[in-house]
């Protein structure tokens, strides 16, 4: 199929370089059990996320987030019941975006296909994340052992207050299971 007879590739045109949806704000701040709980499932044993002394003696103000962290902070807590039937969205969105288009035309399943984290400090305890999404990009369609799907890219951006803190540029590939073992 070309891009040009591709009538939902056509509509989803309008969504590049637009918010995914409003900005989210984290549900709690940075805060050091979380920090605990995270370093003890990955048993990341660097001392300045736990121990004031050591974060001190490495230049820090007071122990600090992994940086690998930066995204659980602003994650909504999840609505399981129903997620299958939301191609794997943890929640429900009642806002107009390429993963809610897709999902309506019929593209439920969803993979994601990889991630790219930009840290530009670590998070403090206390620090209240806001995380502001844009899609970057939409690919044509495109056939794949999973089936027929486009690649769906977004950026998004987490602040404290004003200050960008990091980025995280994300991409899934949204499919129609119907069209699993289509031929290329």
Known sequence: MSPDTDSVRADLERFIGQPMGPPLAAPDPVNVPMIRHWVDALDDRNPVYLDEAAAAAAGFEGVVAPP??????AM??????GIAERGGAAM???????ISALNAAGFTGTLATNSELEFARYLRPGDLIRAANEVESISPRKTTALGQGYFVTWVTTYLVGEEVVG???FRVFKFDPRTIGARR
Do not use: C, G, V, Y
């Open 68 to 73: 690998a962290m930066l995204q659980t902070w």
């Open 92 to 98: 429900e969105t009642s806002h107009d975006n390429p």
């Open 167 to 169: 980025r995280q540029l």
């Open 76 to 81: 909504a807590r999840p609505k399981i019941e």
